[in-house]
């Protein structure tokens, strides 16, 4: 689904909110202490907003979720807010040592909520150290000692990323314990009642994601194991109880395999199969430490923890009846899912476009036989990078494909970050407006 404009204003309530916050701390305080400790003050409380807002958005809500237009829109808006939580944090350490607060803090409740707000922030230092270490290189090279490939694996960042919940709680405390001693009259001003009840709000959330892990899942048995090559396997489960998952074409769910300690972290995968019995089907490649577990040893008969589907990219959201589906090697998977309901409307027509490479041409040739032959309003077309077709998938190649202007069609995207970026730069040199639907399928 598209980033759209409402969207984007969703994104910019945290701003309204920091001028808010900002008007009512300066005019709570501003004839008692000096404008460095207001700054400092209203610094704080925006970074403890942010935080509440972003531990609210983990535990993934349907009505978030149809707010923000699908659970990749509230990610993206969770490491927006997460950069700017990092802007405030740094803005309340420099003003309030510019300001010398600590002259200031005397007294031992408020000398507790100082050495909290330290705890605080030198762990917050380290999980934002440990957040970025993947994307080092890519902006400062392989000089640092810091970085090895598998330094920081998902399952450790993950793991570690849920202390975030325990800084907001230190956070939440240093802000309430040292702020009166500061000559801010909190407790008596309205701005105690935000503080408090944003404290509430991102604590209760930390504490319902915590049981998540334990709750949030409904249990499925793996009724077939395929190898469709020597790194890529489909697997499909079936529900042990009978439940009233509604899920949707196209979507995603976290996975989790309990009987397996490499895999008991939950990942997303799309379902690449959703049957009228309950059975789900994923598609999964060999990319990383999960990925060549899961590829190697699940088999019949396993246990699947499997989350509550998510997810807003659909075919549905197109306006035209004239669609291109461009995928590129595992990005086939929501494709091949949309298809067991494209198959009956025979009002859409759809150009599907996979682009592999020579060495995967026969992985998926299964499942696309089958589209050729139950969806006849789908045309299916396999582009080798690495063949006569030319070493990648552009606009221009997609209109040779198409056989006509795109202008009145519908694309919608599956692949890398790379790919997608490559494509809405063609786009845009063609200067010509076309409908670009994608989701953004990075989780960190």
Known sequence: ??????????????????????????????????????????????????????????????????????LDKQYFLHKFNGISIVVFVFLHWFLGAKSRTGEFITGEQAKIGHWLGMVSFYLFLFLIIITIAKRLPKYIGKFLVIYNKDFVTYEKWRLMHKLMGVVFILVACHHSLVNPQLGVPFPETKTFWYVFYVSLLGTTSYLVSLCQGLFGHKKYIVTESKLLSTNVKKIKFAPKVRNNQLVKSGQFSFISFPEYTELNEPHPFTLSGVERDGSLSVIVKNKGNFTQQFVSNVK????????????????????????IWIAASIGITPFISWCSDICRREDLNVYLIHSVNRSEKETYLEELEEIRIKCTNVRVIQHLTDGTDGKRLGIDMIRRYYGSDLRSTDLFFCGPKSMKSSLLRDMRKLNRPMSFNTEHFEFR
Do not use: C
């Not at 942010?50 to 149809?66: D, P």
């Open 1 to 70: 689904m598209r980033w759209k404009k409402e969207h984007y204003l969703a994104a910019f309530i945290p701003f309204f909110t920091y001028i808010a916050i900002l008007l009512m701390v300066a005019n709570d305080a501003t004839d008692q202490v000096s404008d460095n400790i207001v700054l400092s003050i209203a610094a704080s409380t925006s970074a403890l907003s942010l935080m509440a807002l972003n531990l609210f958005l983990s535990i993934r809500l349907r009505v978030s979720e149809k707010v923000f237009g699908g």
């Open 300 to 323: 019949m008969g396993d246990i699947v923890n499997v989350s509550a589907p998510y997810g807003s990219f659909h075919f549905t959201s197109g306006k035209s009846n004239n669609q």
